[in-house]
């Protein structure tokens, strides 16, 4: 499975950002999917999930109200839609794919997931 993710740009504080995740080699309507962010010197963390069959989306607590996974299945396409940005905001963001079901105990752990996009920066001017 490849994941190409896309959107990434520099942004003023309030601004708003549609991140894209492609994926080929797999469609992602039998995907677990998500969104991490790694911000500079600091370690990767959640942002958000999306389960492949109905159920909850589940956000990162910095990021509720402000940020919206979707997915459209027919494009293989996931998106993050990251509204009035923060400069705490400012990262590379990945996302990531799980084959079938998720482990929702472990839906915000790095290791449920199988494949990785390359990554896409998001800058935030204050």
């Known amino acids: 499975v490849q994941l190409q993710a896309s959107g990434g740009g520099l942004v003023q504080a309030g601004d708003s950002l549609r991140l894209s995740c492609a994926a080929s080699g797999r469609t992602i309507s039998t995907s677990t999917m998500a969104w991490f962010r790694q911000a500079p010197g600091k370690e990767r963390e959640f942002v958000a999930y999306s389960p492949y069959r109905g159920g909850n989306l589940y956000y990162a607590d910095s990021v509720k109200g402000r940020f919206t996974i979707s997915r459209d299945n027919a494009k293989n396409t996931v998106y993050l839609q990251m509204n009035n940005l923060k400069a705490e905001d400012t990262a590379v963001y990945y996302c990531?794919?799980?084959?079938?079901?998720?482990?929702?105990?472990?839906?915000?752990?790095?290791?449920?997931?199988?494949?990785w996009g390359q990554g896409t920066l998001v800058t935030v001017s204050s």
């Open positions: 990531a794919a799980r084959e079938g079901r998720p482990i929702l105990s472990a839906l915000r752990s790095q290791t449920m997931y199988h494949y």
